[in-house]
């Protein structure tokens, strides 16, 4: 009912997180609480979802950061900006893309074209139309060099170059060697782990495999769904 509420007097609520959610009227945004009350003013072109405290906002064209009453944390001085997970968000300047903590302060230099983001305990990360995986730290966790990083399931994510595929742990090491064959067109999800078990092809042939590498369907079917 609070939502309905609100709703009559703005174009669009969000959803609510850590008790605000962002409110729009023609092109300006705030924030509410759950009664309603505007705790931040109508005066952003957009404000993010609260997490950890912090909201990133945009202003005047640059993005910065607020604390819950509209105070400004982080100065409006990036080209782009993420919420922030697990202490760090991904901001954009010039083009780039790197990584602050809560304070503002960068803990990832602005050197990727892309980084994915830390919702989990590491991230991927692409420059010059390579990938790799690196720590909400910087640290380069696999080497920004190959062609296809796909996404961590099971603690796992298919690494692909030239035709062949293998699986990297969240530190980065290779726990199934690139033994595989990567097939030409398949989509980025085609080979991830789900439920323990991933799709593989040998010879042409597709199966299934565990977590250790080891087939839990052989190799020898045209394509498993």
């Not at 309905?4 to 959803?15: F, K, P």
């Not at 023609?26 to 509410?32: D, S, T």
Request: charge should be negative.
């Amino acid at each position: 009912l609070g939502k309905e509420v609100i709703a009559v007097a703005y174009d669009d609520v969000l959803g609510f997180s850590e008790g605000l959610a962002t409110v729009e009227r023609g092109e300006k945004a705030g924030v509410v609480d759950r009664s309603g009350k505007l705790v931040i003013k109508m005066e952003y072109e957009e404000v993010g979802e609260f997490s950890g405290g912090l909201a990133y906002a945009e202003k005047d064209g640059k993005f910065g950061y607020l604390d819950p009453k509209g105070a400004v944390v982080i100065p409006f001085k990036y080209d782009g900006a993420n919420t922030f997970h697990n202490g760090v968000a991904v901001v954009e300047q010039g083009g780039q893309f790197g990584v602050i903590d809560t304070k503002g302060e960068q803990v990832v230099p602005f050197q990727y074209d892309w980084i994915e983001g830390f919702i989990g305990a590491v991230s991927r990360v692409r420059k010059d139309g390579r990938m790799g995986v690196i720590s909400p730290f910087g640290d380069v966790l696999l080497a920004v060099e190959h062609a296809l990083v796909g996404v961590f399931n099971d603690g796992l994510a298919l690494v692909a170059d030239g035709g062949r595929c293998g699986y990297v742990d969240l530190s980065g090491r290779f726990m199934i060697p690139q033994r595989f064959e990567m097939p030409e067109g398949a989509v980025p999800a085609w080979g991830d782990f789900h439920n323990g078990a991933a799709r593989v092809m040998s010879g042409g042939k597709a199966g299934l495999i565990d977590a250790r590498g080891e087939a839990v369907l052989s190799p020898k079917y045209t394509d498993i769904g």
